[in-house]
């Protein structure tokens, strides 16, 4: 089998801009808080890309939509919040992740049954 | 600023991203590292492994953002990578021809003569005569002359083959990048 980190890195790839859009849903927030929050929920990027390309692409797509405030005593920050179309992506994706993970579910678990046998 | 943030600069400069923009996303670059410090964190905390790649990491968020006006290709790698491969071929022969010389002089004792009283060879130890209807003849082994040049060949073919692996493999190298990514950078870095 590969290495488990690159396996790892594989899984979240597809599925990071779900978190992305997720965490938003917490509220605006700018990009290293968002990083935080992902923290917060136990998923780590340390080891892993950056969010800011993601972010640059759902911005892009029209998915976030972006305004700059001043942050707590900091500078002025670009605060990302999700767009009436990202809302509509989150469900979308949310109920894609979903099917896809009680189909490999599925899967893993019959491998589970012939590796027990 | 960072050094991290003055190589993203210098890269989204050369992608030609406006001015306006790029210094949008330095400060923020900046603010989200400078908060991280202050937090007792590493830029590690910000931009995963991106931390150790700055040109890659800030040509991916440009790409990504739609705001490079050429593609985001390292530039340098263009001519770099013809000429590396053209040099690593000339290393591989250089080290082959140069063992396959070393082998050949070691199996077999090829030597020069001349007619007595000639003496074209400096005199040394692998000098030899050997007996002739035409009388004695001298020579000298030339197999221990070819030895030290192949020898020096061998190890310059070998130690510029191992620098070149070295750079290839190295993570501030374009070779493998534009190898496996086409020239660009994923979405996400």
């Known amino acids: ?117 | 600023m960072s050094e991290f943030v003055e190589e993203c600069r210098r890269e989204w400069r050369r992608l030609g991203v406006p001015d306006p923009v790029a210094n949008e996303m330095a400060a923020d670059l900046s603010a989200d590292l400078e908060e991280a410090e202050a937090e007792g964190g590493s830029p590690e905390d910000v931009l995963g492994n991106s931390a150790f790649d700055p040109r890659r990491f800030a040509s991916a968020w440009a790409v990504a953002r739609g705001v490079t006006s050429q593609p985001a290709v390292d530039r340098p790698s263009l001519w770099r990578r013809p000429v590396a491969v053209a040099l690593a071929a000339f290393l591989a022969v250089l080290t082959v021809g140069a063992g396959l010389a070393l082998l050949v002089g070691f199996r077999s004792h090829s030597f020069a003569v001349a007619a007595h009283p000639m003496r074209v060879f400096a005199p040394g130890p692998n000098r030899i005569a050997l007996p002739g209807s035409l009388g004695p003849f001298e020579g000298t082994q030339i197999a221990g002359a070819v030895h030290p040049v192949a020898l020096v060949l061998l190890i310059v073919g070998v130690i510029g083959l191992g620098l070149l692996a070295v750079l290839y493999w190295s993570p501030w190298s374009g070779f493998r990048r534009d190898r496996h990514g086409g020239g660009r950078t994923r979405s996400w870095n």
Do not use: F
């Not at chain 1, 972010?55 to 005593?73: I, K, Q, Y």
């Open chain 1, 1 to 117: 089998m590969g290495n488990p980190e690159g396996r790892r890195s594989q899984l979240l790839r597809g599925v990071l801009d779900l978190c992305l859009l997720a965490v938003m849903g917490d509220g605006p927030a700018y990009g290293y808080e968002m990083t935080k929050r992902l923290r917060g929920r136990g998923l780590s990027i340390v080891g892993e890309g950056s969010i800011y390309p993601l972010l640059g692409r759902l911005e892009r797509d029209g998915l976030v939509e972006t305004h700059r405030a001043a942050s707590n005593g900091g500078p002025p920050r670009k605060y990302y919040s999700l767009s009436p179309e990202g809302k509509r992506a989150l469900e979308t994706g949310v109920s894609e992740w979903r099917a896809t993970r009680d189909a490999v579910d599925g899967a893993l678990g019959l491998a589970n049954a012939e590796v027990a046998q």
